[in-house]
């Protein structure tokens, strides 16, 4: 386990290996040297950037499938398109707004009560994260001490508590403008794709369903290789989805239709 605040040198538990002589920590130190990094996941990005992109696409492709087998007009297909366009990147655009504030309100005021009770109750909390170490492997005297010195430094505490019973880092909370543009913008993309060949010209339900299917295939696929799946599942499932959507709703459409 490791801990941000480094233990003073004459305050290391007895019979413990001093930190020039330990290979774990050569290592470590030579791990990092190395540069080793990871992908920003906490940005508050990713989920509604990759959710509205998909989300646009299969929510259009799917409402024109449905206008196009009601048989209306290329103008009523692009009118009906980009109002699903806009509707949906507006609506997810507040959706991911309010979600994420509200989940970050939610940890604040965890945030508040955890400060307060190591405020009033330092010893106890100092207890609890001995606790928390020991649960995980760390030997009662480490602990104990770990915890120690952790508890010195108040802000230093308060993060590690926050993060062992909350699961969350309060200082690099997602931003919920970042959401909220991430998700409009790439919702509106991914929804522009099965208007495209209707803009320019060409009324072809067929041709915006081909072009929503390769997209669909392309983006699972990029997706799945982001999170370091295979490639093929992530396009093959996201293709399915998208094509079932569309299925339904054509066939929605067609009813409506033949009974109007």
Do not use: C
Request: proline share 5%; aromatic share 6%.
């Amino acid at each position: 386990m490791s801990f941000r605040s480094k233990p003073p040198a004459d305050s290391a538990p007895s019979g413990a290996r001093p930190a020039s002589a330990s290979p774990g920590r050569r290592g470590a130190e030579a791990h990092g040297a190395i540069g080793h990094q990871h992908r920003d996941v906490s940005g508050g990005w990713l989920r509604p950037a990759v959710f509205g992109a998909m989300d646009g696409l299969v929510t259009n492709v799917s409402l024109i499938a449905g206008v196009g087998g009601a048989r209306l007009s290329a103008h009523n297909i692009i009118v009906t398109g980009l109002a699903g366009l806009f509707a949906g990147a507006f609506s997810m655009a507040a959706g991911e707004f309010v979600s994420v504030s509200s989940q970050n309100e939610l940890v604040a005021a965890e945030v508040a009560k955890e400060r307060y009770e190591l405020e009033t109750n330092a010893a106890a909390e100092e207890a609890e994260l001995a606790a928390m170490y020991r649960s995980r492997g760390v030997d009662a005297a480490l602990a104990a001490e770990v915890a120690r010195q952790v508890s010195r430094h108040p802000e230093e505490a308060l993060g590690v508590h926050v993060r062992e019973e909350l699961g969350v880092d309060y200082q690099e909370l997602p931003s919920p403008l970042t959401a909220a543009a991430a998700s409009l913008l790439t919702f509106a993309a991914g929804a522009l794709i099965p208007l495209l060949p209707y803009l320019f010209g060409f009324d072809s339900l067929a041709a915006a369903v081909i072009l929503a299917a390769v997209v669909a295939f392309a983006g699972g696929g990029i997706v799945a290789r982001v999170t370091a799946r295979p490639f093929i599942r992530g396009a093959i499932r996201q293709l399915l989805l998208a094509a079932l959507a569309a299925a339904l709703t054509y066939g929605i459409g067609t009813a409506v239709a033949g009974h109007a």
